[in-house]
T-cell receptor, first 113, second 113 residues
Framework: NAGVMQNPRHLVRRRGQEARLRCSPV?????VYWYRQLPEEGLKFMVY????????ESGMPKERFSAEFPKEGPSILRIQQVVRGDSAAYFC???????????FGQGTRLTVV | SQQGEEDPQALSIQEGENATMNCSYK?????LQWYRQNSGRGLVHLIL?????REKHSGRLRVTLDTSKKSSSLLITASRAADTASYFC?????????????FGQGTRLTINP
C-alpha cells in the first residue's frame, strides 16, 4: 500500500472553507475509491472512479462533495463549504482493472474548526 | 447498510493465544478480503479469498469462507503484541460492473503482553 500517496496527511479548515484532498494511485492502477472513516467506525464508501469517469457515487453526499480522476494527475476529493460534521479521515484506495484487491493510502485527516 | 458485519466488535486476549474474528455479509460476492488498520494509519491488505475457495492460509493467518452461510472467519494463531489493531472484512459484491469494496465496522483486537 506504500504506492498510494495521499496529501495532505492533515488538513484543518474553518467552517465554510473548501477542502481539497489529493490521491495518487499506484502506478498503473486505473481505479480509485474514496472512503470516509469516523473515529472508532468502519470505512464508508463514497465514490468509485476510473480515469475521467465516475462509476459509482452512491456514497457521496448530494451537496458540497465532488470527486474527479482526470486523465493526468491525481484524483481529487473536493468538499465545499465544510461543516464540523465533515471532520473525519478520508482514505483513498486504488486497484487495477483486473482485481478488486485495493491498496490504501495513509489517509487525510480533515478537521473543521 | 454495510455489507460486512464483524463479530466481535472488540476482542482482548493474551499474547500467544489464538484470535478468531467473524464476518457476515448479505449478498452474493465475488470475493471477500480482510484488512488490518493500526491506530491512525491506513489499511493493509491481509488476504483475499474467492467465492469458490473455502480456506486460505498466509503465515499465521487462516481465513475460511462459507458462502452458504454468507460468513467468513479470520484466525490469527500465536498472537503477538504487534497484532493489536482493528481488522475489517470487505466484500466485493457480485454485481456486474461493480468493483467497490464494502467494509464492515471492524473488530478491535488487543493483544496483552
Amino acid at each position: 500500500n506504500a504506492g498510494v500517496m495521499q496529501n495532505p496527511r492533515h488538513l484543518v479548515r474553518r467552517r465554510g472553507q473548501e477542502a481539497r484532498l489529493r490521491c495518487s494511485p499506484v502506478k498503473g492502477h486505473s481505479h480509485v475509491y474514496w472512503y470516509r472513516q469516523l473515529p472508532e467506525e468502519g470505512l464508508k464508501f463514497m465514490v468509485y472512479l476510473q480515469k475521467e469517469n465516475i462509476i459509482d457515487e452512491s456514497g457521496m453526499p448530494k451537496e458540497r462533495f465532488s470527486a474527479e480522476f482526470p486523465k493526468e494527475g491525481p484524483s481529487i476529493l473536493r468538499i465545499q463549504q465544510v461543516v464540523r460534521g465533515d471532520s473525519a479521515a478520508y482514505f483513498c484506495a486504488s486497484a487495477s482493472q483486473y482485481s478488486t484487491e485495493a491498496f490504501f493510502g495513509q489517509g487525510t485527516r480533515l478537521t473543521v474548526v | 447498510s454495510q455489507q460486512g458485519e464483524e463479530d466481535p466488535q472488540a476482542l482482548s486476549i493474551q499474547e500467544g493465544e489464538n484470535a478468531t474474528m467473524n464476518c457476515s455479509y448479505k449478498t452474493s460476492i465475488n470475493n471477500l478480503q480482510w484488512y488490518r488498520q493500526n491506530s491512525g494509519r491506513g489499511l493493509v491488505h491481509l488476504i483475499l479469498i474467492r467465492s469458490n475457495e473455502r480456506e486460505k492460509h498466509s503465515g499465521r493467518l487462516r481465513v475460511t469462507l462459507d458462502t452458504s452461510k454468507k460468513s467468513s472467519s479470520l484466525l490469527i494463531t500465536a498472537s503477538r503484541a504487534a497484532d493489536t489493531a482493528s481488522y475489517f472484512c470487505a466484500t466485493a459484491p457480485l454485481i456486474q460492473g461493480a468493483q467497490k469494496l464494502v467494509f464492515g465496522q471492524g473488530t478491535r483486537l488487543t493483544i496483552n503482553p
